[in-house]
């Protein structure tokens, strides 16, 4: 099976523009979690979709969105960008939501705002 | 206030060393996870644990409920074990939401 692809790698932007990061998890996962990585603030925990509806969400502003879609891919939006949301964005997927479920991790769109 | 305690932060062992990093969590869970993230920022999940003992390869992770304690143990360290080691939980009051620890940073001398 083809594992957790991110989209795309690597993005430059500008303070106030927008972003969208695109997620598609592992044939037949229909778990997406987004999790935000900076070296001063280590990862975070963005949010959760399962099924096309958001089950959790971490503590970061409304700025921050997501949805998901009917084949689990998974996007994830950015309005308004300041300096601090430069960070590496990893998303992972799993089967389901249960606790023997083991999340596999994409390789990550590293956004540098300028 | 930090979740979730990780220790050491940084670890340098000489190959075929026993290592140890340990972390502590202060929320219920539902899970550990134990997660390898290699220079680059690929992160694999190496155990997904909710009690007990769990081993793959040479590689060992145990937790205690009663204590919120988790170990992960190298057994003969080797250099591409070198990776940062990070710990994760699922809390159980706030609809598993996940919260790390920081990380240890473990370099293998040959």
């Known amino acids: 099976k083809a594992g957790v692809t991110q989209t795309p790698r690597y993005l430059i932007k500008t303070r106030g523009q927008q972003v969208t990061l695109s997620c598609s998890p592992i044939?037949?996962?229909?778990?997406v979690s987004w999790y935000q990585q900076t070296p001063g603030q280590g990862l975070q925990f963005l949010f959760e979709?399962?099924?096309?509806?958001?089950?959790n969400k971490g503590n970061f502003p409304g700025r921050f969105s997501g949805r998901q879609f009917s084949n689990s891919r998974s996007e994830m939006n950015v309005s308004t960008l300041e300096l601090g949301d430069s960070a590496l964005y990893l998303c992972?997927?799993?089967?389901?939501?249960?606790?023997?479920?083991?999340?596999?991790f994409g390789p990550g769109t590293r956004l540098t705002v300028l | 206030k930090n979740e979730v305690e990780q220790s050491p932060q940084n670890l340098t062992a000489q190959e075929g060393e026993f290592i140890t990093i340990n972390c502590s969590y202060s929320v219920g869970i539902s899970a550990l996870h134990w997660l390898q993230q290699h220079p680059g920022g690929g992160i694999v999940s190496l155990f997904m644990?909710?009690?007990g003992k769990k081993k793959h390869g040479r590689l060992i992770a145990t937790i205690n409920i009663q204590e919120k304690h988790s170990s992960l143990h190298i057994t003969a360290s080797h250099p591409r074990d070198s990776a940062v080691y990070i710990c994760?939980?699922?809390?159980?009051?706030?609809?598993?939401?996940?919260?790390f620890g920081t990380g240890t940073s473990l370099t293998v001398i040959p």
């Open positions: 992972a997927s799993r089967p389901y939501r249960a606790l023997t479920d083991t999340q596999y």
């Open positions: 994760a939980v699922e809390g159980t009051n706030t609809g598993n939401q996940f919260y």
């Open positions: 044939s037949g996962h229909r778990s």
């Open positions: 979709y399962f099924s096309e509806t958001q089950r």
């Open positions: 644990l909710s009690s």
